[in-house]
């Protein structure tokens, strides 16, 4: 039983080592995501355009969700008390990550810190169902409560 | 058996049952003299055309407004019938009685339609503090004026202007208006509903297809040669500046807003909020088209500029229009810019000030013979009272105060200018005593001196932009919001980033914010606002505007929003005939 015990983990060790896409994905922060955020726009930085299409881990906020479950939430530097679905009033902040999950199910509260682990895209995409835009997003991506 | 057959059928009426019957303009608008306007009239069911009779003072409706109404037989998803008829004047000041009737069924609606004297103003500048309350006014002069024995060392700007008057700020549906529908009793005369601006909120499904009312801007564009400037601190398709513009049901139709500041001709336009200027393909835009509106805007000869820096080259000696984009988003306020440093200060380092942008805009504007109209915005006045983060509130106050002062120096070298200053609404801030971190006592609320206890505040001496250069002292003002969420009170400055009090839990209910419960000496403030509410909220208290300069005799007393838009209207004679020519200017009008 012992052995049976360790020579899995040690297979999955060797897989790891063998295979960097099972090693801890890269992590990156907010405050990495852009070269330049200024009136004419916003340039990604060099470390984001080296990521794009790898899995990353990102830590953040959850945003408000529309509901409970949910296909895909946002996610932000600082908790963020606005809904810009549901209060004219609010517009997200400029640094946001749309977060598509790869298991749809319940959501954490808004406010929650949390790590999300996911495809990085980026480049202007407008989501078919709600119209909003996003720049930088995780596809596929999991996610647990710090 | 009886009783379910009765409750169904009960309920098949009711799921058929229209919206009320309305007619735009609403009863008691006033308008001025050729003003334009959409006439609806909107029935609470369907009905058939043969049927119905709209009078003006006893007359076919046809034959006052000049022109036949379109008949949308199945409007409210079919339930209900209504007549429009859009952009039309009335020519002959006077009193209007609307009947409109079908099947028997009346409703009926007055307006009064004033003419003016002649023009006695060239220009007109409209400074709004967004959201100004009394107590931000006190707090704004005892932090840059100082106080000593119970009189204070000093005036704001707007202070000593000779007329004065209280706002009253409600709208059609509502005590408690918002920034859009406020502003647009301002430029449009005529009293709208939140989130509306322009126009009359009727039952029409798009958000551009209802009852539209002319924009002061509008109006000085089609009948004079004057120049338009709307400048702000917050984004320029916010509700305040985009009251001078636009018509919508929705001020989030922020794409549309910057398209209008284009299309209806406005000479001078600065603020935040670039991302709707650019198209979708670069990063960062908020526009969900490809339309890039700086071009636009450069492509007809604006000057333009991004930072303080390009600001004061952009605008050359011939210089007579200019775009002015500072931030993606809402600029940021002056305890930002100047001293901590948080919001998107580090991304957006060269802002200019409120002050700065005055005198650019006067600049420029005063190069048209004809006058202009200014609308400066003090928008984060309010943007930071909403989260009870009554220093930027009160910093940003400084700051339309130092913006006034240049646009009163202008005032002062030919006394040809209206200025009024006012807030749009008011939030519920009171100036309650000071807080003594050396006072005795382990709670923070034992600190709080009221009455004799509270004596004054030690903040340093105002620099030479008239803020003092710290807010964390040791014995700083009490100030307390009167309408608030749950939250934790700090009874500190927020110093780092401004205030967050709330975030939305799984319910969709909004609570306090957990990232300042460990504060030392936080309390949880267990709110008095539904919990819906994310942050604090208007109120309905009046607001204080203060005015100078011709025109400006008009203004005391209590005063309704709409009577803002009169003033203006008097002083630039827009309702003016031309008979009177010649005469001493027009006696203020008899208050209704």
């Not at chain 1, 549901?86 to 810190?113: Q, Y």
């Not at chain 2, 055309?49 to 998803?77: R, W």
């Not at chain 2, 509106?293 to 500029?305: E, M, N, R, V, Y």
Request: hydrophobic fraction near 40%; charged fraction near 25%.
């Amino acid at each position: 039983m012992q052995r049976r015990c360790f020579l899995g983990t040690a297979f999955v060790f060797a897989l790891a080592a063998a295979n960097p896409a099972l090693a801890a994905p890269p992590r990156l922060a907010f405050s990495e995501l852009y070269a330049r955020i200024g009136v004419m726009g916003t340039s990604f930085s060099p470390q984001v355009l080296k990521l794009k299409g790898q899995r990353i881990t990102m830590r953040g906020y959850i945003a408000p969700p529309l509901k409970a479950e949910a296909n895909f939430f946002v996610l932000t530097r600082v908790p963020v008390s606005v809904c810009p679905f549901c209060n004219s009033d609010a517009d997200w902040p400029a640094d946001i990550v749309v977060v598509n999950l790869k298991n749809p199910g319940t959501l954490a509260p808004g406010g929650r810190p949390v790590e999300v682990t996911g495809m990085l895209d980026i480049g202007s995409s407008t989501d078919r169902e709600t119209g909003f835009v996003s720049l930088v997003r995780l596809n596929q991506a999991e996610w647990r409560e710090l | 058996m009886l009783v379910k057959r009765c409750c169904a059928i009960l309920l098949a009426l009711w799921g058929v049952q229209a919206s009320a019957q309305a007619i735009y303009p609403i009863d008691r608008a006033t308008m001025v003299v050729d003003g334009k306007f959409d006439f609806k009239v909107e029935f609470d069911g369907v009905v058939d055309p043969s049927s119905v009779t709209i009078t003006v003072n006893g007359q076919p409706y046809e034959k006052v407004l000049g022109a036949k109404a379109a008949f949308l037989p199945n409007e409210d998803n079919g339930k209900a019938s209504s007549y429009i008829l859009r952009d039309i004047s009335i020519k002959h000041p006077g009193k209007y009685e609307v009947v409109a009737t079908a099947a028997g069924k009346s409703m009926k609606v007055n307006w009064e339609v004033y003419a003016t004297g002649p023009r006695t103003a060239k220009n007109v500048i409209l400074f709004i503090g967004d959201g100004m309350t009394v107590a931000n006014r006190t707090a704004a002069r005892v932090l840059s004026q100082g106080i000593k024995e119970g009189k204070y060392m000093g005036k704001l700007s707007f202070d000593d202007m000779p007329r004065m008057a209280l706002i009253g700020t409600s709208g059609v549906e509502s005590l408690i208006t918002d920034s859009a529908n406020s502003m647009s009793a301002y430029t449009t005369g005529h009293k709208s509903s939140n989130n509306a601006l322009g126009v009359y909120a009727s039952r029409a499904k798009n958000n551009l297809d209802h009852p539209k009312v002319e924009t002061i801007a509008e109006l000085v564009k089609r009948k004079t040669g004057m120049a338009v400037g709307i400048v702000t601190d917050a984004e320029v398709e916010d509700a305040t500046p985009a009251g001078m513009v636009a018509h919508t049901r929705r001020r989030s139709d922020k794409s549309e807003i910057a398209e209008w500041l284009f299309l209806k001709g406005a000479d001078v336009v600065m603020g935040g909020g670039s991302a709707y200027f650019l198209p979708k393909s670069t990063p960062g835009s908020k526009r969900k088209d490809d339309n890039n509106l700086i071009d636009l805007f450069k492509s007809d000869g604006f000057a333009f500029a991004t930072t303080a820096t390009e600001l004061k080259s952009a605008v050359k000696p011939d210089t007579r229009k200019l775009l002015g984009l500072f931030n993606t988003g809402n600029m940021d306020g002056s305890l930002d810019r100047f001293y901590l440093k948080g919001g998107t200060v580090k991304q957006f380092p060269d802002q200019p000030d409120l002050t700065e942008m005055t005198r650019k805009a006067l600049e420029v504007l005063s190069r048209n013979k004809d006058g202009f109209v200014l609308l400066v915005e003090a928008g984060l006045i309010d943007k930071a009272s909403h989260p009870l983060d009554w220093e930027r509130s009160v910093y940003d106050t400084i700051m339309l105060s130092n913006a006034v002062k240049i646009a009163k120096d202008f005032a002062a070298k030919n006394n040809d200018t209206l200025v009024m200053v006012t807030p749009d609404h008011t939030h519920g801030l009171s100036l309650v005593g000071t807080i003594d971190d050396n006072a005795k006592g382990t709670e923070m609320r034992d600190k709080i001196g009221v009455y004799e206890e509270a004596g004054y505040p030690n903040y340093p001496a105002p620099d030479k932009n008239g803020y003092p250069p710290s807010v964390d002292v040791s014995k700083r003002l009490a100030m307390f919001y009167g309408n608030f969420p749950d939250y934790y009170e700090t009874f500190h400055p927020k110093l780092d980033e401004p205030f967050a009090p709330t975030v939305k839990n799984d319910k969709g209910q909004y609570v306090a914010n957990e990232a300042y419960k460990n504060v030392p000496g936080a309390v949880l403030r267990v709110g008095n606002l539904p919990r819906s509410a994310d942050t604090g909220t208007h109120t309905a208290d009046d607001g204080v505007l203060t005015a100078m300069g011709p025109g400006s005799e008009r203004i005391h007393g209590f005063m309704d929003n709409t009577e803002v838009f009169r003033t203006m209207v008097e002083a630039l004679g827009l309702g003016y005939d031309g008979k009177t020519k010649g005469k001493t200017p027009a006696k203020p009008a008899t208050r209704r």
